[in-house]
């Protein structure tokens, strides 16, 4: 390559865009707050926690022994309980928590206490299928409200979730699992791309073929295609249905690898 070649950076940009003073007057970030995270980086983000529900507070904010950082040692907390419990428990379950609308156009809409209720149900499912804190859960799923489900049931009980694209190759599948040893795989039968139903199960036969790990795959019916099922497979809704609505989360501290803020 010649050294008179070179790379120009030809897109300069210098406008700035005010927002409006209504925009301005109901935002929660105002400059206050970066004035306050300036002054005392630890306080600040110790205020900041606080607004979160926890089942024991922290004894230090932190314990930063480079290269590792610990925060808000000794504290417990969930955060599905977060997401979900707490909004209940202080008058907002009839509030939507979700709007839904899938590409066929079919939509739902979840208030908190449906989410919670669902979610319970879900965490309950897992524990029925021998998952517990500290296992892995990989989720294969289009974007369907059972994918936002899954995930807060895997945080409720302390269990780690890897999310896979739902267009991945089944490779690409086996090389996550086997990454995580995920003991569970959450999928589909399908989902909807361009109009057309596409088929995801099929992925993850091909998958656990080469995934010792897994013990057991749950599936969502979202397409209604002709879907093979063998020895490992359990219809989602299935084994929701036979689910208690209520669930006790656990909570966690600095150490568990879900200790999430």
Not at 82 to 101: I, K, M, P, S
């Amino acid at each position: 390559m010649s050294d008179e070649i070179a790379i120009d950076n030809l897109g300069t940009e210098n406008r700035r865009f005010a927002p409006s003073p209504e925009f301005v007057a109901q935002a929660n970030a105002t400059s206050a707050l970066f004035d306050a995270a300036n002054k005392d980086r630890l306080k600040f983000w110790e205020d900041q926690a606080s607004e979160l529900a926890w089942d024991k507070k922290w004894d230090q904010v932190l314990d930063w022994q480079l290269p590792f950082a610990k925060w808000f040692i000794g504290g417990k907390i969930n955060a599905a309980y977060n997401c979900l419990d707490r909004h209940v428990l202080e008058g907002r379950g009839d509030r939507v928590a979700f709007y839904f609308e899938g590409e066929p156009g079919d939509t739902k809409t979840y208030t908190y206490s449906d989410m919670l209720k669902e979610v319970s149900k879900a965490a309950n499912a897992l524990i029925e299928l021998g998952i517990k804190s500290g296992d892995r859960v990989a989720i294969y799923l289009p974007m369907i409200p059972e994918a936002a489900i899954a995930m807060l049931a895997c945080a409720r009980i302390g269990a780690a979730h890897s999310v896979v694209f739902g267009g991945f190759s089944a490779d690409s599948l086996v090389a996550r699992i086997n990454d995580a040893q995920a003991k569970l795989v959450i999928t589909s039968d399908g989902g909807y791309r361009r109009g057309s139903p596409m088929a995801l199960k099929p992925a993850v036969d091909e998958a656990i073929k080469s995934t010792p790990s897994v013990e057991n795959v749950l599936v969502v019916k979202r397409t209604g295609q002709e879907t093979a099922f063998g020895a490992k497979d359990i219809w989602w809704h299935e084994i929701l249905g036979r689910q208690l609505e209520t669930h006790e989360c656990e909570f966690f501290d600095s150490e568990h690898p879900l200790f999430i803020l």
